[in-house]
């Protein structure tokens, strides 16, 4: 079964993590075991010799794009565990010239500033950090979020197109990112060794939106999304470029990945908790990523962070199932402070927040009793979280027998 098979407010959870098959391309067998989990399953047992071969397979693709007066290779970096990871591995373990390129979307926690400067320092590199005007993050923010119910598809098509425009431009053909996709979703095999693509790109960081969609009806102009243009086909083949995860080639840990970069580096987790997940290191370098974003995650589909990193320490060993769904029970439903910054950053009110992100609730996940929204959980009952703001003309959907 998959979230296009489900009928009303018949969800489902994995059975040996937390998530709900409400997750975007998740499927979940008849066993009741997700496909997130089937494929960690294999990852993990991939034998010594594979990584092995999967190792001199990352050093013949070094071997073939190694630079005798140009970088080596871009590494897209935001500053986070990840990108001190891989950076490492290239710097230190492959004794690469890396040019490290961010997308700064306004938006970093202190530490994730921090961290993200020091990187120059740490790795002897160059590092070109570049964010689009205010003025057009703002814009962005609103629209996208009225449009898709995302106020953060700024970031996702920043972070990876602006990196391959400096590809073309600088013509460093290679660019190497950190972890790979298929632990989401289980959507990709271990084998399928996925690379990112101008295709791949489109349909799961751009949500199938390109920058001239967007920015209809808007003040917005083509010169103010520059940065947001995909390199052509032909500027893409004629310079030989390839974007690759280094998860392919290397077994894939973030809490082991964090503790070294914690312990060599000094990196710095976030000084205090955040409101929707009890990780301290992730997302330092979006403050909206964890709070406003993933708050219209759980509106939409009714689970949020704290799923998604417990059911990853989940299959990694680090946490049980059971405290993965006090994890859940504690997080994922909370409105956090995060909302009244993003709130006051656009200028819009709460109740205009709300009346916008109730209309792209599920009706597979959510129904509506008394004025108030309700979905199953994963620990049995019902619950109800929130008053109803949509509009009485588009509430009937979301209206059944359930009691």
Same mark, same amino acid.
């Given at each position: 079964?998959?979230?296009?098979?489900?009928?009303?407010?018949?969800?489902?959870?994995?059975?040996?993590?937390?998530?709900?098959?409400?997750?975007?391309?998740?499927?979940?067998?008849?066993?009741?075991?997700?496909?997130?989990?089937?494929?960690?399953?294999?990852?993990?047992?991939?034998?010594?010799?594979?990584?092995?071969?999967?190792?001199?397979?990352?050093?013949?693709?070094?071997?073939?794009?190694?630079?005798?007066?140009?970088?080596?290779?871009?590494?897209?970096?935001?500053?986070?565990?990840?990108?001190?990871?891989?950076?490492?591995?290239?710097?230190?373990?492959?004794?690469?010239?890396?040019?490290?390129?961010?997308?700064?979307?306004?938006?970093?926690?202190?530490?994730?500033?921090?961290?993200?400067?020091?990187?120059?320092?740490?790795?002897?590199?160059?590092?070109?950090?570049?964010?689009?005007?205010?003025?057009?993050?703002?814009?962005?923010?609103?629209?996208?979020?009225?449009?898709?119910?995302?106020?953060?598809?700024?970031?996702?098509?920043?972070?990876?197109?602006?990196?391959?425009?400096?590809?073309?431009?600088?013509?460093?053909?290679?660019?190497?990112?950190?972890?790979?996709?298929?632990?989401?979703?289980?959507?990709?095999?271990?084998?399928?060794?996925?690379?990112? /693509?101008?295709? @791949?790109?489109? *349909?799961?960081?751009?949500?199938?939106?390109?920058?001239? #969609?967007? +920015?209809?009806? &808007?003040? $917005?102009?083509?010169?103010?999304?520059?940065?947001?243009?995909?390199?052509?086909?032909?500027?893409?083949?004629?310079?030989?470029?390839?974007?690759?995860?280094?998860?392919?080639?290397?077994?894939?840990?973030?809490?082991?990945?964090?503790?070294?970069?914690?312990?060599?580096?000094?990196?710095?987790?976030?000084?205090?908790?955040?409101?929707?997940?009890?990780?301290?290191?992730?997302?330092?370098?979006?403050?909206?990523?964890?709070?406003?974003?993933?708050?219209?995650?759980?509106?939409?589909?009714?689970?949020?962070?704290?799923?998604?990193?417990?059911?990853?320490?989940?299959? /990694?060993?680090? @946490?049980?199932? *059971?405290?993965?769904?006090?994890?859940?029970?504690?997080? #994922?439903? +909370?409105?956090? &402070?995060? $909302?009244?910054?993003?709130?006051?950053?656009?200028?819009?009110?709460?109740?205009?927040?709300?009346?916008?992100?109730?209309?792209?609730?599920?009706?597979?996940?959510?129904?509506?009793?008394?004025?108030?929204?309700?979905?199953?959980?994963?620990?049995?009952?019902?619950?109800?979280?929130?008053?109803?703001?949509?509009?009485?003309?588009?509430?009937?959907?979301?209206?059944?027998?359930?009691?």
């Amino acid at each position: 079964m998959n979230s296009t098979d489900l009928k009303r407010n018949d969800i489902s959870y994995c059975t040996k993590c937390v998530m709900p098959i409400s997750t975007v391309n998740l499927s979940i067998n008849k066993s009741g075991v997700c496909s997130a989990c089937d494929f960690h399953s294999v990852y993990q047992s991939l034998s010594n010799n594979e990584w092995i071969s999967r190792k001199k397979k990352f050093e013949k693709i070094l071997e073939n794009y190694k630079s005798k007066s140009n970088y080596d290779c871009i590494i897209p970096v935001s500053g986070g565990k990840d990108s001190y990871y891989q950076t490492h591995q290239i710097v230190n373990e492959f004794n690469l010239k890396p040019l490290l390129v961010t997308y700064d979307g306004n938006n970093y926690l202190p530490e994730g500033i921090y961290n993200r400067n020091k990187m120059r320092e740490h790795f002897d590199a160059d590092h070109l950090i570049f964010g689009p005007s205010v003025k057009t993050l703002i814009e962005l923010n609103k629209i996208c979020f009225k449009i898709m119910g995302d106020m953060n598809w700024h970031a996702h098509c920043g972070i990876y197109t602006y990196p391959f425009q400096i590809a073309v431009k600088f013509k460093i053909p290679l660019l190497i990112w950190g972890e790979t996709f298929w632990d989401i979703s289980g959507m990709y095999d271990v084998n399928d060794m996925v690379e990112y /693509t101008k295709r @791949m790109h489109f *349909e799961h960081n751009l949500r199938g939106y390109e920058w001239n #969609d967007v +920015i209809k009806n &808007s003040n $917005l102009t083509e010169k103010d999304m520059i940065w947001s243009k995909f390199p052509s086909d032909e500027e893409y083949i004629n310079n030989n470029i390839r974007g690759i995860p280094i998860g392919n080639y290397f077994k894939w840990d973030p809490n082991a990945h964090s503790k070294l970069i914690i312990d060599k580096y000094k990196w710095k987790p976030s000084s205090k908790p955040f409101e929707r997940t009890y990780r301290l290191m992730s997302n330092l370098d979006d403050r909206y990523e964890n709070g406003a974003h993933d708050l219209l995650k759980f509106v939409k589909f009714g689970y949020g962070r704290a799923s998604d990193h417990a059911s990853k320490d989940i299959r /990694t060993g680090y @946490m049980t199932r *059971e405290e993965g769904i006090k994890m859940v029970k504690k997080y #994922d439903h +909370i409105v956090s &402070s995060d $909302l009244d910054y993003w709130l006051d950053y656009v200028g819009m009110k709460e109740d205009e927040f709300w009346e916008i992100a109730d209309t792209f609730r599920s009706e597979k996940v959510w129904w509506i009793k008394n004025n108030q929204w309700y979905k199953k959980n994963i620990w049995g009952e019902a619950s109800s979280y929130g008053d109803v703001r949509l509009k009485k003309d588009l509430q009937e959907k979301y209206k059944n027998d359930i009691t």
